[in-house]
């Protein structure tokens, strides 16, 4: 692909927190995508990095003029769930409130994006506190092709209404439930699925962190089950009112919704999962245990993930045991200026085969950087869905603006051999 073969797709941005701001930040570096614009919810450090040091314009999320068809659209809804109260009064006592009370928060989150309300006013306090606004969010959306929806859940399904209306395309990400888009991507999984739709979700951190590794393995070697331990970080690094601080909780759903979503995106594979969150923010942990079909050898695996794009296997040489040297090691690679790490990390020491007594199992623990492995997903989603169908082209392309290119001198160093382990009869 060259950039200069098409017009460049305009992208907005709508939410710019720990996810949204990367994003953005991702397509600035892509010749082939123009940033129109990302949306203010609140004024604050991320808002004003992006527009005073980066010069992205930004619009309020207010509208500036009225939409029909949109209040239409929400007119239905708040229709749909007036219809579900009805429903509360099916259950037994106890469960009313709760419901209740879902019910109407849902009717204020559907009120409270029925605008136009408060343009003028947040126009004049942006003013006042240095930022002058591009406009509403009905002047974002009408300026762009796509619009990557980076809200906290579940205010991407409630946005979609509002994209439809203006007939965007739109990608949302992994915090929604996998009906808000036509398809759930992983672009080294399923880009060709994504290619012309109008509606793709971006899987979460962890699943996509689970589909890159398993889809590796599985295009060498047939499994019969993966089972995946997930060791979740409790929040993010810049948040101080998430948890926890002291305590493990275990998922009580069996299994946790990850194996589930893993199939979203490959329902082929059979895949069962387990979490839990502890009180780190770094990365979070996978514990792989997969029973294969065929006669699996560590080398051959570790050849298969050393040869997958955004995946680094870590060498045991590099002396690098934990998540706290991983992200160090992000830090001293300097691929972007956060010292994001967009790599899923294996450690090549955990890499190991049992197949005593009869078992054929495959072990692999792996890192992921939540804050940033679904970026590189969102970028090939955009071309995606505007009809760029070579997924092998975008995903080349995407590495190399983000620098996660596996031909670079620092892979082939870091991926100098030495094996893992295997038990054997
Ligand atoms: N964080 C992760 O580790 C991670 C990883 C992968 C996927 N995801 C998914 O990515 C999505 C976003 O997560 P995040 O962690 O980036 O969230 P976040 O850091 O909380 O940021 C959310 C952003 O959306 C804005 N916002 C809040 N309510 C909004 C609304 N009603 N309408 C428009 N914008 C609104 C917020 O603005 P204000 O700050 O002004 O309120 C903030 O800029 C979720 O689906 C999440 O599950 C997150």
């Known amino acids: ?44 450090y991320r808002i004003q990095s992006a527009h005073l040091l980066r010069k ?54 559907l009120n409270a994006h029925l605008a136009p309300r408060d343009f003028d006013e947040n126009v004049q306090k942006f003013k006042e506190q240095g930022i002058e606004l591009a406009g509403g969010i009905d002047d974002l959306l009408e300026a762009c092709d796509v619009v990557v929806d980076c809200t906290p859940k579940p205010y991407g399904k409630i946005n979609k209404p509002m994209y439809q209306s203006f007939r965007k395309k739109a990608i949302y990400q992994g915090g929604e439930k996998a009906n808000v888009g036509d398809v759930s991507f992983v672009a080294q999984a399923n880009f060709e699925q994504a290619v012309g739709k109008d509606h793709v979700r971006v899987v979460s951190c962890n699943t996509t962190g689970l589909v890159r590794v398993l889809h590796a393995i599985h295009q060498r070697y047939r499994m019969v089950l993966a089972t995946a331990t997930l060791i979740r970080r409790g929040t993010d690094s810049n948040d101080h009112k998430e948890g926890p601080i002291n305590a493990i909780i275990p998922s009580l759903e069996a299994p946790s919704h990850h194996g589930p979503d893993v199939r979203s995106v490959m329902p082929d594979i059979d895949v069962f999962s387990s979490a839990y969150v502890v009180p780190t923010t770094l990365m979070h942990v996978h514990d792989l245990q997969i029973n294969m079909r065929d006669q699996t050898d560590v080398e051959g695996v570790l050849d298969a993930l050393r040869a997958t794009r955004r995946v680094r296997v870590i060498p045991s040489s590099a002396k690098m045991i934990s998540t706290a040297q991983i992200m160090d090691f992000a830090r001293d ?93």
């Open 56 to 109: 992205v314009p930004i619009y309020t999320y207010s509208y500036r003029r009225r939409n029909q068809t949109y209040e239409n659209m929400h007119q239905e809804n708040t229709q749909a769930a007036i219809d579900d109260m009805q429903k509360i009064l099916d259950l037994p006592f106890g469960e009313r409130r709760v419901a209740t009370d879902k019910v109407i928060s849902r009717i204020n989150d």
């Open 1 to 44: 692909m060259t950039s200069g073969s098409r017009r460049k797709i305009k992208v907005a941005v709508n939410g710019l927190g720990t996810i949204g701001k990367r994003v953005a930040d991702a397509i600035l570096l892509q010749p082939d995508m123009e940033l129109v614009g990302v949306s203010a919810h609140t004024n604050n």
């Open 333 to 425: 690679l300097g691929q972007n200026s956060r010292g994001d790490m967009m790599d899923i990390c294996v450690w090549e020491q955990t890499v190991g085969i049992y197949n005593r007594h009869g078992h054929n199992k495959l072990f692999v623990k792996m890192a992921v950087h939540q804050e940033s492995d679904v970026i590189p997903e969102n970028i090939d989603a955009i071309r995606a869905v505007t009809g760029f169908a070579d997924g092998a082209a975008s995903m080349d392309l995407t590495d190399r603006t983000l620098n996660l290119n596996k031909d670079s001198g620092f892979y082939r160093f870091v991926d100098a051999k030495s094996s893992g382990w295997s038990l054997r009869e």
